[in-house]
């Protein structure tokens, strides 16, 4: 090594740093540096500029970068944040309006609109101009994430009408036609294979001319490896689709009117909804343009469309798992996460699955439930399974609804390579019901908790079959609609090496009340005797989420950690569960400490 940095360094500095600039991790940057002080002088400002992250209004930073063209072309991250983040819900709901401070309430505790400050249209493009400016010199960018509301310059569009005050001060209109924006400056200056958009939506509270990045030409990019698009739908025409589906809604209601008087009032479960209204074909086209595409994160949230005229808000995205005439959608996928989309034929996404064998992690999830609402964004059909071909054998993490949950486990090869499951109800590792007072109560299938009556249950008469047997790997489970304390019992026989154990608390069990056990932890001023019984037979758990080993009083702040009566619990839950360290109660999470034979906790 010291050879080669005898021949490398009498080069020039500038030729020096150029090589450098070609080195895109930052750890082999980093170890090239430690093989001499000269050469960690040289790399400390390509460690420097290698991450960018700040706001669009940061215009100091985009002047920089643009005086100075040799800094941004070090540039391999650039993350755009929002001004106002929230932190509240999948994609930040609570935010809804472009401001840079917290809303204000009026005496009757209503949000204070007049109050809000937000930044003019003139601000925004000003800060967008000067943005694609600098995009033009981050010639190695490779990663970049925009984390906000929808660019106002849109190239999809071309021609924007905007204000322009002259210098005598007489205000005029002008029509400018711009030649890129974001979308084409990352296409036409970066290398950018890795894209993450939070799209919060337009302006429409202020921006008129704010085009939806749905006409934008966000989707003329290509070569991407990692796609992660989360948008919420703010069509132009806020109607877009009412027609349709009040069409729908008509067509439906006068077929029932024609039903035998048995039939007139339809059963809820029957009642269909309009399908979504979000067309997929320009991102299909981009999917085209991504052979190498390893990783896709999909969201789109269009829930007023469901609010405002009645109708499904899920997104149907089957075309985008269709095959294209050369080749398969997606070969080299590795990891898939979708939110409110819909795949709804079983065929299509079996085949998908089964031709993608390299899959480590695929999440799914809905948003919404409600009367004639899916319930699952896709199911498959096992039928289609070849019996002598390993399904996902790469699969480490799987997040997805119930009924695709057991299709999945009844047919993954085992023992396989899962890790980390979420959504699991005890029906999968065959838990008994607890035993209900209600004589009224109707038993099915589903009630008990057993495998579903299709064809992708071999033994129909099985209702509580284990599917959690072989996948020996298991380290982590999320637990739904729990019961009972004694359903983890078996839990713990069917996967005796788990580490980590999450229980959703503030899941309602769809398959009846509470029992009696449960119920007395919510109340008990010692839970945890309730609790670790059960737990205890778990040999191998580090890590559990989600029981309350307190009484609920004491789970808020403020939490005295050396109180002795905090102390005392701690000590019989590390000595039930030796290997336990990470425990959270909802909303505070604790590690325990054992040193000198005693136990402290401590906030993780």
Known sequence: MSSSIETITPLNDDVLSLLMSYVSSPADLLSVTLSSKHMYNLAESELVYRSVRCKLSNNAVWEHLIDNPAHAAKIRELEI?????????ELDEKERYPTDRVAHTDAEGDVDMTSHISPS??????????????LRHMVNLESFRWDRWVPV?????????????????????FVELYQE???????DYTQVKRLWVVDLGRYDQIFDECKPIYESTIFTLSNLTHLSLKVYYSPTNENEGGQAAAAFIQAQQNNNHHDDDDD?????????????????????????????????????????????????????????????????????????????????DPNLMTIFLISHPRLCHVSTGLSLSDTGLPRASFTIEPSLIPPHQQFLPDLEFLDVQPEPLKQLLLNISQPGSLRVL??????????????QDDEDRMSTLDDVWGAPESPSTPNQDSARMNLLAGFTNLEKIHVSNLLSFSQLDKLAEAVPY?????????????????????????????????????????????????????????????????????????????????SLRRVSVPGIGFELVKSNGDVQIRLA
């Not at 924006?181 to 296409?187: C, E, G, M, N």
């Open 422 to 435: 979420r959504n699991v109800e005890p029906s999968v590792w065959g838990a008994v019901y607890p035993e």
């Open 121 to 134: 249209e003139e601000e925004v493009e000003r800060s967008e101009r000067l943005l694609i400016a600098a």
């Open 498 to 578: 788990l580490k980590s154990l999450e229980i959703g608390w503030y899941e309602i069990p769809r398959h009846g009340h509470l029992s009696p056990d449960l119920l007395r932890s919510t109340n008990s001023p010692t839970p945890h005797v309730l609790i670790l019984p059960h737990l205890a037979k778990f040999r191998h758990l580090e890590e559990c989420h989600g029981l309350q080993f307190w009484p609920p009083r004491q789970a808020n702040p403020p939490l005295s950690l050396d109180s002795e009566e905090v102390l005392s619990v701690a000590r019989e839950v590390a000595a039930a569960c030796p």
């Open 264 to 344: 007139d009032e339809a059963e809820e479960d029957d009642i269909e909804r309009p399908p979504g209204r979000v067309r997929v074909d320009r991102l299909r086209d981009l999917l085209f343009r991504c052979p190498d595409l390893e990783s896709l994160s999909l969201s789109i949230i269009d829930r007023n469309f469901f609010w405002g005229f009645d109708a499904n808000p899920f997104t149907d995205i089957s075309s985008l798992f269709m095959p294209y005439s050369d080749r398969p959608p997606l070969p080299k996928l590795t990891h898939l996460e979708l939110w409110d989309v819909l795949i709804p």
């Open 181 to 187: 924006d974001v979308w084409t400056a990352l296409r």
């Open 153 to 173: 310059i849109n190239k999809g569009e071309e021609l924007l009408s905007c204000r322009h005050e002259s210098a005598q001060g007489a205000t005029g209109v």
């Open 81 to 89: 944040q929002r001004e106002n983040p929230s932190g509240a819900g």
